[in-house]
């Protein structure tokens, strides 16, 4: 049996670290208006240290460990050859204000990017620059707000979001100034297109879509929306935080995106979770080029050299963007080649849909069609028949060994549970998953006051998840 947890382990008088005697002459102590007697630290040994931090790191979930079919998130496995790639001296030990002559092969790299999101988008015009989504998201809409003041098109100061998007699209809209409109779905989970129409005149500065939707749904009148968009002189704008599930299979260019970002985090394998870090390039069609941040990597002479869009909005962070990010990214996109990355969708939604499959006999399933990467049920039929939400069997997952799906997500869902599995799980790592779905929902039916005891196997119990993040515990107190 394994040594329980214990988060207090200091010992007065016990030390860390043995120092050698002094070789120089000792300095006088603190002057005493500058000492605290009120600072008590921990006094632990090194190996204390080491053992309690190792624990701990056991005690999370990593896609390293166990499945995490985090919905939305893409949590898949990340290949270690991108650790190798970009641990490379030529790339680790660079510096951003190198001149462009000592940085050839970095360059290049980020250039030979650009022009494979280019051509995986079908839109050319790429910035490696936002530093993850929703600064991705940002930088697009400030770039149609741009193209719009330059065409003296001022009046247009509304921004369409679907009812089922992303949290960050109309956040991202009020933040670049904007008024944002929800756009509602119709019965199957798609634009609700008389809607849509209703809403669109010359106030209207953009639509804001994700393409396969956060529904986990591909809108099949994608085509006649974008057309809809543009006969009312507004842009598309694509949320490409699902691209998982159309590698290959689909150029959001070709159809009718003028510009989207790009969660290179998500889609392309690189390290994500717990604050970063990230990647959001922004790909855009050939008139919103001369806005993109500036700089980008160009090709002149045969060296490789920062070029500057000529209506740039400006930089929107510092330096380049996470060029480790990028060196995973290429790395990924260069091992699995056209064929690869066309075998990555696929096998995304053959898993979403199998999960889909053998779960909807006992949870609800809002939208009873061929999902794409990921499914979204819902918790309401255990809700009315048994009393159990949602979070309940988010947390007996936990004892089962699992992470949680994303919960409560989308919101135009009751209850929702949106499972993601990514194509990097095999069958039987579902089928594990699968029947612990299939036993909570027994559980539900059988003994309720289990499901909402949960989790029971973890160190720490269910929290009061409010208070816990209005008044979170920080730091080490004696």
């Given at each position: 049996?394994?040594?329980?947890?214990?988060?207090?382990?200091?010992?007065?008088?016990?030390?860390?670290?043995?120092?050698?005697?002094?070789?120089?002459?000792?300095?006088?102590?603190?002057?005493?208006?500058?000492?605290?007697?009120?600072?008590?630290?921990?006094?632990?040994?090194?190996?204390?240290?080491?053992?309690?931090?190792?624990?701990?790191?056991?005690?999370?979930?990593?896609?390293?460990?166990?499945?995490?079919?985090?919905?939305?998130?893409?949590?898949?496995?990340?290949?270690?050859?991108h650790?190798?790639?970009?641990?490379?001296?030529?790339?680790?030990?660079?510096?951003?204000?190198?001149?462009?002559?000592?940085?050839?092969?970095a360059?290049?790299?980020?250039?030979?990017?650009?022009?494979?999101?280019?051509?995986?988008?079908?839109?050319?015009?790429?910035?490696?620059?936002?530093?993850?989504?929703?600064?991705?998201?940002?930088?697009?809409?400030?770039?149609?707000?741009?193209?719009?003041?330059?065409?003296?098109?001022?009046?247009?100061?509304?921004?369409?979001?679907?009812?089922?998007?992303?949290?960050?699209?109309?956040?991202?809209?009020?933040?670049?100034?904007?008024?944002?409109?929800?756009?509602?779905?119709?019965?199957?989970?798609?634009?609700?297109?008389?809607?849509?129409?209703?809403?669109?005149?010359?106030?209207?500065?953009?639509?804001?879509?994700?393409?396969?939707?956060?529904?986990?749904?591909?809108?099949?009148?994608?085509?006649?929306?974008?057309?809809?968009?543009?006969?009312?002189?507004?842009l598309?704008?694509?949320?490409g935080?699902?691209?998982?599930?159309?590698?290959?299979?689909?150029?959001?260019?070709?159809?009718?995106?003028?510009?989207?970002?790009?969660?290179?985090?998500?889609?392309?394998?690189?390290?994500?979770?717990?604050?970063?870090?990230?990647?959001?390039?922004?790909?855009?069609?050939?008139?919103?080029?001369?806005?993109?941040?500036?700089?980008?990597?160009?090709?002149?002479d045969?060296?490789?050299?920062?070029?500057?869009?000529?209506?740039?909005?400006?930089?929107?962070?510092?330096?380049?963007g996470?060029?480790?990010m990028?060196?995973?990214?290429?790395?990924?996109?260069?091992?699995?080649?056209?064929?690869?990355?066309?075998?990555?969708?696929?096998?995304?939604?053959?898993?979403?849909?199998?999960?889909?499959?053998?779960?909807?006999?006992?949870?609800?399933?809002p939208?009873?069609?061929?999902?794409?990467?990921?499914?979204?049920?819902?918790?309401?039929?255990?809700?009315?028949?048994?009393?159990?939400?949602?979070?309940?069997?988010?947390?007996?997952?936990?004892?089962?060994?699992?992470?949680?799906?994303?919960?409560?997500?989308?919101?135009?869902?009751?209850?929702?549970?949106?499972?993601?599995?990514?194509?990097?799980e095999?069958?039987?790592?579902l089928?594990?998953?699968?029947?612990?779905?299939?036993?909570?929902?027994?559980?539900?039916?059988?003994?309720?006051?289990?499901?909402?005891?949960?989790?029971?196997?973890?160190?720490?119990?269910?929290?009061?998840?409010?208070?816990?993040?209005?008044?979170?515990?920080?730091?080490?107190?004696?």
């Amino acid at each position: 049996m394994s040594e329980p947890v214990i988060f207090e382990r200091s010992q007065p008088g016990r030390r860390g670290v043995a120092l050698p005697p002094l070789d120089v002459p000792e300095a006088p102590p603190l002057p005493a208006e500058f000492r605290r007697d009120d600072l008590p630290l921990p006094e632990v040994s090194e190996l204390d240290v080491v053992r309690h931090y190792v624990r701990l790191s056991q005690l999370n979930f990593a896609i390293d460990s166990v499945f995490y079919p985090l919905g939305s998130c893409t949590m898949k496995y990340n290949p270690k050859v991108h650790e190798d790639a970009a641990r490379l001296r030529g790339f680790q030990q660079i510096h951003p204000l190198q001149p462009a002559e000592t940085v050839q092969g970095a360059l290049e790299l980020m250039f030979r990017l650009q022009e494979a999101l280019g051509e995986i988008s079908g839109l050319p015009a790429v910035s490696l620059q936002p530093a993850a989504g929703a600064q991705g998201e940002l930088t697009g809409i400030l770039m149609i707000r741009a193209l719009h003041r330059d065409r003296g098109e001022t009046g247009r100061r509304v921004v369409l979001v679907p009812e089922s998007a992303h949290g960050t699209n109309p956040a991202t809209a009020a933040m670049a100034g904007f008024t944002v409109k929800p756009v509602r779905a119709d019965r199957a989970g798609n634009v609700d297109l008389d809607h849509l129409r209703s809403l669109l005149g010359p106030d209207v500065a953009a639509m804001m879509l994700t393409q396969p939707s956060t529904l986990g749904l591909f809108d099949p009148n994608i085509e006649e929306i974008a057309a809809q968009v543009h006969a009312s002189g507004a842009l598309l704008y694509g949320d490409g935080a699902n691209l998982n599930a159309i590698l290959g299979k689909v150029k959001p260019g070709e159809s009718g995106f003028d510009v989207i970002h790009i969660n290179l985090h998500k889609t392309f394998t690189t390290p994500h979770g717990g604050g970063g870090p990230g990647a959001g390039p922004v790909c855009a069609s050939p008139a919103l080029a001369p806005y993109l941040p500036d700089p980008v990597v160009g090709e002149r002479d045969g060296q490789y050299v920062y070029l500057h869009p000529p209506k740039s909005i400006g930089k929107v962070r510092a330096f380049h963007g996470h060029f480790g990010m990028f060196v995973r990214a290429y790395t990924y996109i260069r091992s699995l080649g056209a064929d690869g990355l066309r075998e990555v969708s696929e096998h995304a939604v053959l898993n979403a849909n199998y999960v889909r499959s053998r779960l909807q006999d006992l949870y609800e399933l809002p939208y009873d069609r061929i999902c794409m990467h990921e499914v979204v049920f819902s918790g309401s039929r255990q809700k009315q028949q048994h009393g159990i939400r949602t979070l309940d069997i988010a947390k007996r997952l936990i004892d089962y060994g699992y992470h949680p799906p994303t919960i409560y997500f989308p919101l135009v869902v009751d209850e929702a549970l949106m499972i993601e599995p990514t194509e990097t799980e095999s069958k039987e790592t579902l089928d594990g998953f699968i029947e612990a779905m299939r036993a909570i929902a027994a559980e539900a039916a059988t003994d309720p006051e289990l499901l909402k005891a949960a989790p029971t196997t973890t160190p720490v119990g269910r929290l009061d998840e409010a208070q816990a993040a209005r008044r979170p515990d920080l730091r080490w107190q004696p």
